[in-house]
């Protein structure tokens, strides 16, 4: 028996930071996926294959002390606990994302899909997410979980820490393009540093995160009514918040202000920020001079579509 599943990465649009702190975000599922194969073995090992990291044959005993398959090992103790027979398999990965935009949570949401069909759990999409969110959790102990969510759900979604996630409509003519600063950041500390400002100023941040929350409230209405304008002003008014909760780069500064030089409509830093990707809201017309503005700036452009989430891709037959 073999089954194959692919898993979207994402962006978090709106709401980083305050999510983990019970605020609405909106982030979406990008067009580059992660892509999972199991292989039913004659004996009962588990042996784990990752091309992309250089990993061959290893052969996983429920404990890891490698870092780089904490996630996938994580998800498959997760779905072990729950399951009675044994059997072996081959697991391997595959990413198109040339740039970490999601591949943890990608791979942990396929590697659930693909066990859930190769023992035949039957798990609904809100028990994958669980399942998922506390494998995430369970390797970098915190998170919002927004990541997971978007992953299984796919196309737009409003996430509450925790919750069910809501579709969102977004209008057909919205074009975003993403640029990667290079810089590698350290979500983990960021969220980490942030939660130490919160406590020096707790009146504060509660204000923040409540014009965030108003913020989320006119996203929605300008996704629903098509204004472009008034997402852009969203865009360029979050920003200047979580650079003033300090969780900007100089890089990404640089590729915001090239972004809306070379006729963005609005940016905004994408995630945890402290490096990482800026987000810019672009017009059919701008996208190219954006697009090099950004690679003028040594920052890695590329254009973003909204895509679907997780699903069985039985029928590939490249992988
Ligand atoms: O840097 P990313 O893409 O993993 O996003 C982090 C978003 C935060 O809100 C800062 C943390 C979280 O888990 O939601």
Redesign the pocket.
Known sequence: MEVKTSAPGKL?FFG??A??YGIPCISFAVNQRLYCKIKERKDKKILLNFPDLGIKNYEFNGKTENKKIGFVSSAINNILEGVKEKRGFDLETKSEMKIGIGTSSASVVATIIALDKFFSLDLKKEDIFNIGYKSVLDVQGT??G??VATSVYGGMIKYIKGEKPIEIKYPENLCLVVGHTGVK?D?KKI?EQVGEKRKDYPHFFDDIFGLTKRCIEEVEKGLRESDLRKLADMMNFTHGILNGMGVSHPKLEELIFASKNAGALGAKLS??GGG?CMIALVTEESKDKVISAIREHRGIPFEVRIKNGAKVENEITDF
């Open positions: 978090m980083e930071h999510v983990v998170g919002s927004y990541d950041a979500t969220v995630g945890a990482d």
